[in-house]
């Protein structure tokens, strides 16, 4: 039902979409708002892809599963990677150090790294999933499954021949 | 729905376990002994946590229950209280009874609120633990609170004293209450105690039951209960109807949101739990499967292996089928043909998991290309193989397929310029350096010698003959030996006891000699942990064979590493490389070597520093080389130019 104002319309609406001018309000789970450029809130793919079905752009999204902490810091982000340019080698070092800056402070306050984590795989943000994740593995890379079990919280369950088995297939595996 | 926290299987065996009160995080319980009908003893859990304790008895009587409150506040104290109203027998409050977790002790002190007080013995009365202070609402429209020092006694009068008193609760650090109002009693009045020490009470909201309950003339108690509001905002939990619908009303915007049927036989108390923050529980416990594998898929293969041991849960985890594509990948098995003519087709595939259990982890069968009845397999490399596949076995027409068994994507290479001679051809594919592969064919003389290479680069399409490069020496590559693909190089053997090198664009070429040149044999190459390792047969005995790393690429240094005989490794037999033995490969990541030996080609394999020696399988009698080892790449597509 391609109608003439209708395809003026969406021609009027991609055109905004691709200035990124439009804003678009994210509310975490405590109810609080949060008002971003869609430029920003397009890092999320979960996000980009409620937009492009013609969502609640309006009403904004109600994000149940992330705090408001974790959202602000989450939006730090995409505000960084959505509104600035990385077409230049300076524009894309300055993007670079910005990350390792991000993930050196949320890897002081691991608890809120995890938090950040879940978050940006709820919302399939690719790359801050990616600087996260990875920084939790560096963390545990070369630890002993003992030292993992009291850094995840994890109840040591294994029997002897459980580890016997385990062990026998490492030495093939 | 997932449930954050299990029903307390947590706490130690009891006859039965009663919960009493929630707060912050914590629960109160009253189990019920074995042993005595109605002795008890107070328990206080973590949920979260499942950690717990019990509480020592107090100098109450046998069976009197008491109305008991939990008091505990992370902001203040690590330590709780619990709180016991004591009473005479004509359920006057005489004074409360203490429990200090700080101190282990209980203790009475005097009712200080002057005057007589009762309190409702109706368990569906919350008291409120706030601001250091416990408040219970009396039959007598009050609101009586006391420090937990026994210390501080208050009375704080309802908001509307002419009114049903209803319920008190808290949010956002300010003490609540519901009651209804005497001309509408449809109607649910909620104040806020705005300011605490003046007990000035607000009234912040009315909602009538129509609203709230889909046009029902519901009334409080009767047929539907407050139990809880939400620590944070302005949202409101009731329990209604026959099947104890949980709801909630959100009081800024009106909207009432349907959480679930609790049951019909759900019964009080509805005790709202709200976990400990970050610095209590554990946030990581809360990563689900999937996120901690897209953690796990960036540590080095040895690390995933080694957290096998972390719990049965990241045992399983790893172990899964779908899981392990994701994760870094090693050695997993080795392809190979059989050819058997008792039976048709006479040839066919096959592939052994490395552990020599379990269901092949790819099927050798390769139904997925259209019409391949005739194949060779030649090379493996980083997951992708290079078949020979025969249009006709009688003119020797064939083309090459590469193919990744993992994903099933498969390309057919274009004819190059050669005739109908079978050259050696190898796959050379590292996919740290590039997603395309080549494939590389030695092109000889009528005597064997190499004249060029021919290569083929799936990035452009095309086949380029380069001719040789390695100066001044007439080399003949051995047929049988695998060739290694090695820093973007292909080595293979020759019969001059020299390692031939070429890179992918025919335009490096270098030679490196075997560690043992002037030796018995011609030597075998491999690689592992990144290094070429070159085998040769003792020429001091035949029977034995010594291993060599090359430590240095740059300047050919070989070191020895190992040497092994045959009688340590075959049960006391004296077998020869080739004619009794091969060897097939060596682990990537660690110094394993795989051999197969015998009339019943077992394969096997050889730990170099604890010397032991352990037989995978059997790949019986009809089986033969190439035993190509396969690492899996799920990953990545095929990548062809054209």
């Known amino acids: 039902m391609?109608?003439?104002?209708?395809?003026?319309a969406a021609a009027a609406d991609a055109e905004e979409k691709e200035s990124g001018s439009r804003m678009i309000t994210l509310t975490s789970n405590?109810?609080?708002?949060?008002?971003?450029?869609?430029?920003?809130?397009?890092?999320?793919?979960?996000?980009?892809?409620?937009?492009?079905?013609?969502?609640?752009?309006?009403?904004?999204?109600?994000?149940?599963?992330?705090?408001?902490k974790t959202l602000a810091r989450v939006i730090q982000y995409c505000d960084e990677h959505g509104n600035k340019e990385a077409h230049t080698v300076d524009e894309r070092a300055a993007l670079a150090k910005f990350d390792k800056d991000f993930i050196a402070e949320l890897d002081a306050d691991k608890a809120f790294l995890y938090d950040v984590t879940m978050a940006a795989n709820y919302l399939h943000i690719q790359g801050l999933f990616a600087l996260t994740t990875q920084c939790i593995a560096d963390t545990i890379k070369g630890k002993t499954p003992e030292e993992i079990r009291t850094a995840f919280g994890i109840e040591y369950d294994l029997t002897a021949q459980d580890e016997e088995e385990i062990k026998e297939e490492d030495t093939h595996a | 729905m997932t449930h954050g926290i299990d029903p307390l299987p947590l706490l130690p065996q009891c006859k039965e376990v009663i919960p009493l009160d929630s707060c912050n995080g914590l629960l109160l319980c009253r189990c019920l002994q074995f042993d005595g009908v109605s002795k008890f003893h107070y328990a206080v859990c973590n949920p979260a946590t499942e950690e717990w304790v019990m509480l020592p008895d107090a100098n109450w009587a046998d069976g009197e229950n008491r109305i008991a409150c939990l008091c505990f506040d992370p902001a203040i104290s690590s330590h709780f209280h619990v709180v016991e109203y004591v009473e005479d027998e004509a359920e006057r409050v005489t004074g409360v009874e203490i429990y200090s977790s700080k101190t282990g002790l209980w203790s009475l002190h005097g009712n200080g609120w002057n005057g007589v007080v009762l309190v409702s013995l109706s368990v569906n009365r919350r008291s409120v633990f706030l601001n250091g202070?416990?408040?219970?609402?009396?039959?007598?429209?009050?609101?009586?609170?006391?420090?937990?020092?026994?210390?501080?006694?208050?009375?704080?009068?309802?908001?509307?004293?002419?009114?049903?008193?209803?319920?008190?609760?808290?949010?956002?650090?300010?003490?609540?209450?519901?009651?209804?109002?005497?001309?509408?009693?449809?109607?649910?009045?909620?104040?806020?105690?705005?300011?605490?020490?003046?007990?000035?009470?607000?009234?912040?909201?009315?909602?009538?039951?129509?609203?709230?309950?889909?046009?029902?003339?519901?009334?409080?108690?009767?047929?539907?209960?407050?139990?809880?509001?939400?620590?944070?905002?302005?949202?409101?939990?009731?329990?209604?109807?026959?099947?104890?619908?949980?709801?909630?009303?959100?009081?800024d915007r009106k909207e009432v949101r349907v959480i679930r049927n609790l049951g019909h036989d759900y019964c009080w108390p509805y005790l709202p739990y709200e976990s400990l923050p970050n610095k209590r529980r554990n946030p990581a416990a809360s990563l689900t499967d999937e996120l901690i594998v897209e953690i796990l898929r960036r540590l080095?293969?040895?690390?995933?292996?080694?957290?096998?041991?972390?719990?049965?849960?990241?045992?399983?985890?790893?172990?899964?089928?779908?899981?392990?594509?994701?994760?870094?990948?090693?050695?997993?098995?080795?392809?190979?043909?059989?050819?058997?003519?008792?039976?048709?087709?006479?040839?066919?595939?096959?592939?052994?998991?490395?552990?020599?259990?379990?269901?092949?982890?790819?099927?050798?069968?390769?139904?997925?290309?259209?019409?391949?009845?005739?194949?060779?397999?030649?090379?493996?490399?980083?997951g992708l193989l290079l078949c020979r596949c025969y249009v006709s076995r009688r003119n020797l027409a064939f083309d090459y397929a590469v193919c990744n068994p993992g994903t099933e994507e498969w390309v057919v290479?274009?004819?190059?310029?050669?005739?109908?001679?079978?050259?050696?051809?190898?796959?050379?594919?590292?996919?740290?350096?590039?997603?395309?592969?080549?494939?590389?064919?030695?092109?000889?003389?009528?005597?064997?010698?190499?004249?060029?290479?021919?290569?083929?680069?799936?990035?452009?399409?095309?086949?380029?003959?380069?001719?040789?490069?390695?100066?001044?020496?007439?080399?003949?590559?051995?047929?049988?030996?695998?060739?290694?693909?090695?820093?973007?190089?292909?080595?293979?053997?020759?019969?001059?006891?020299?390692?031939?090198?070429?890179?992918?664009?025919?335009?490096k070429w270098r030679r490196i000699p075997m560690p043992d040149p002037d030796g018995l044999d011609n030597g075998i190459i491999h690689q592992t942990q990144g290094r070429l390792c070159a085998f040769h047969v003792d020429p001091n005995d035949i029977f034995?064979?010594?291993?060599?790393?090359?430590?240095?690429?740059?300047?050919?240094?070989?070191?020895?590493?190992?040497?092994?005989?045959?009688?340590?490794?075959?049960?006391?037999?004296?077998?020869?490389?080739?004619?009794?033995?091969?060897?097939?490969?060596?682990?990537?990541?660690?110094?394993?070597?795989?051999?197969?030996?015998?009339?019943?080609?077992?394969?096997?394999?050889?730990?170099?520093?604890?010397?032991?020696?352990?037989?995978?399988?059997?790949?019986?009698?009809?089986?033969?080389?190439?035993?190509?080892?396969?690492?899996?790449?799920?990953?990545?597509?095929?990548?062809?130019?054209?």
């Open chain 2, 413 to 507: 290479l274009p004819d190059a310029s050669w005739g109908v001679d079978e050259r050696r051809a190898c796959l050379c594919f590292d996919p740290a350096i590039s997603s395309h592969f080549h494939v590389l064919e030695y092109v000889v003389d009528e005597d064997s010698y190499i004249t060029g290479v021919e290569i083929y680069s799936s990035e452009t399409g095309l086949w380029t003959l380069h001719e040789n490069g390695w100066i001044n020496e007439e080399v003949n590559p051995v047929v049988e030996r695998t060739s290694v693909f090695l820093n973007g190089f292909l080595h293979s053997v020759t019969l001059a006891a020299k390692i031939v090198v070429v890179d992918m664009e025919g335009k």
């Open chain 1, 2 to 8: 391609a109608t003439g104002s209708g395809a003026a």
């Open chain 1, 30 to 68: 405590e109810g609080k708002a949060f008002v971003v450029t869609e430029a920003s809130a397009r890092q999320s793919a979960t996000i980009r892809s409620m937009v492009d079905d013609g969502g609640c752009v309006d009403k904004g999204f109600p994000l149940p599963n992330v705090d408001s």
């Open chain 2, 544 to 642: 034995k064979l010594s291993i060599w790393f090359l430590e240095d690429y740059d300047t050919d240094n070989w070191i020895l590493k190992h040497t092994m005989s045959s009688m340590k490794l075959f049960g006391g037999k004296k077998y020869r490389l080739d004619s009794g033995y091969q060897v097939t490969a060596v682990h990537p990541e660690c110094n394993l070597i795989f051999f197969v030996y015998g009339w019943h080609n077992t394969l096997m394999a050889y730990e170099m520093d604890r010397k032991e020696v352990r037989v995978i399988r059997k790949l019986r009698h009809e089986s033969r080389q190439p035993y190509l080892p396969y690492v899996p790449m799920f990953s990545e597509s095929l990548a062809d130019g054209r």
């Open chain 2, 133 to 251: 202070f416990l408040h219970s609402v009396t039959p007598a429209d009050e609101i009586v609170a006391v420090d937990m020092e026994g210390k501080k006694w208050r009375k704080i009068p309802v908001p509307d004293r002419d009114n049903d008193i209803g319920i008190i609760h808290q949010t956002q650090g300010c003490l609540c209450a519901f009651n209804v109002d005497l001309l509408d009693i449809f109607k649910l009045s909620i104040w806020f105690l705005e300011d605490y020490d003046t007990n000035n009470w607000i009234l912040k909201h009315t909602v009538s039951s129509l609203d709230l309950f889909e046009g029902k003339n519901y009334r409080l108690d009767f047929e539907y209960q407050v139990i809880a509001v939400h620590p944070d905002c302005n949202l409101i939990f009731f329990v209604y109807g026959l099947d104890n619908t949980l709801m909630a009303y959100e009081m």
């Open chain 2, 300 to 382: 080095p293969i040895r690390s995933v292996c080694q957290f096998k041991c972390v719990s049965k849960s990241w045992s399983r985890l790893i172990a899964d089928h779908e899981h392990r594509k994701k994760l870094p990948q090693t050695l997993s098995g080795f392809f190979y043909e059989s050819i058997n003519y008792e039976r048709y087709p006479h040839r066919a595939r096959h592939f052994t998991n490395v552990t020599g259990r379990g269901m092949p982890l790819v099927c050798p069968s390769f139904s997925f290309p259209p019409q391949w009845h005739d194949v060779d397999l030649l090379d493996c490399c980083n």
